[in-house]
C-alpha cells in the first residue's frame, strides 16, 4: 500500500527539542522529493520545509529558517524533521507529503495523516 | 514574504456552480495546485499544474489561470463537496513552497 506514516509528535516546553519522523511505504521513496506542511488548530495550511531526492536541495519557510532541519535517508525510506528552540506558535498537525518530482516543483499526491506538536509548558 | 490571497468563504447552493479565486504576483511564473481538505482528513490534490485533473477526481473540478489569479471551478455542486479548500504555489524563484489562506465552501 502506497502511504506515508508520521511518527515522534508530542507535549514538548517552549524552547526544547523534538524530532519527527515520516516512514514512506510503497513507492519509490528515492525517487521524489518530500515536504513538512503544517496545520495549526483551527487554521490553514503552511509550508514548512522540502528536501530533494538526494537531499541536495533543502528549502525552509521563514517561520522556522534557523531552528528546523530537513532530512532523508533512503536507505531506510524515512523522513525526518529536527525541530528546536521550539515556540507555542510551532503548536500544529504536521503532515508529511510527497512531492511528483525528484525535485521540489510544489506537486503534493501524496500526504501522511499527520502527527500534532503540542508545545507549552 | 509571498503570499496567495483566497476568499475565506464561498457559499453555494446543489447543483450550482462554486468558483474560488487565488491571487499572487508569481502564478504567471509558478503553477498552481488546489487541494480538499474535509475535517479530519489530510488534504486530498484534485487540481494540479493549474488546470489538470488527478484521477479519480470527478470531471465537475476544473482550473483555469489568467494572469495574477488562478481559479477553481466546482460545476453541478454536490454536499459532498463541503470541505476547506487550498491553492498552492512557489515563491517567483520556486524555492519556496506557500499556500492561499484556504476557502470554506458552504452546500446551502
Known amino acids: 500500500e502506497v502511504q506515508l506514516v508520521e511518527s515522534g509528535g508530542g507535549l514538548v516546553q517552549p524552547g526544547r527539542s523534538l524530532r519527527l519522523s515520516c516512514a514512506a511505504s510503497?513507492?519509490?521513496?528515492?525517487?521524489?522529493?518530500m515536504h513538512w506542511v503544517r496545520q495549526a488548530p483551527g487554521k490553514g495550511l503552511e509550508w514548512v520545509s522540502g528536501?530533494?531526492?538526494?537531499?541536495?536541495?533543502?528549502g525552509y519557510a521563514d517561520s522556522v529558517k534557523g531552528r528546523f532541519t530537513i532530512s532523508r535517508d533512503n536507505a531506510k525510506n524515512s523522513l525526518y524533521l529536527q525541530m528546536n528552540s521550539l515556540r507555542a506558535e510551532d503548536t500544529a498537525l504536521y503532515y508529511c507529503?510527497?512531492?511528483?518530482?525528484?525535485?521540489?516543483?510544489?506537486?503534493?499526491?501524496?500526504w501522511g495523516r499527520g502527527t500534532l506538536v503540542t508545545v507549552s509548558s | 514574504s509571498y503570499e496567495l490571497t483566497q476568499p475565506p468563504s464561498v457559499s453555494v447552493s446543489p447543483g450550482q456552480t462554486a468558483r474560488i479565486t487565488c491571487s499572487g504576483d508569481?502564478?504567471?511564473?509558478?503553477?498552481a495546485y488546489w487541494y480538499q481538505q474535509k475535517p479530519g482528513q489530510a488534504p486530498v490534490l484534485v487540481i494540479y499544474?493549474?488546470?489538470e485533473r488527478p484521477s479519480g477526481i470527478p470531471e465537475r473540478f476544473s482550473g483555469s489561470s489568467s494572469g495574477t489569479t488562478v481559479t477553481l471551478t466546482i460545476s453541478g455542486v454536490q454536499a459532498e463537496d463541503e470541505a476547506d479548500y487550498y491553492c498552492?504555489?512557489?515563491?517567483?524563484?520556486?524555492?519556496?513552497?506557500?499556500f492561499g489562506g484556504g476557502t470554506k465552501l458552504t452546500v446551502l
Open positions: 507529503a510527497k512531492d511528483h518530482y525528484g525535485d521540489p516543483r510544489w506537486y503534493f499526491d501524496l
Open positions: 510503497g513507492f519509490t521513496f528515492d525517487d521524489y522529493a
Open positions: 528536501i530533494s531526492w538526494n537531499s541536495g536541495s533543502i
Open positions: 508569481a502564478l504567471p511564473k509558478q503553477y
Open positions: 499544474k493549474d488546470s
Open positions: 498552492q504555489s512557489a515563491d517567483s524563484s520556486g524555492t519556496m513552497g506557500v
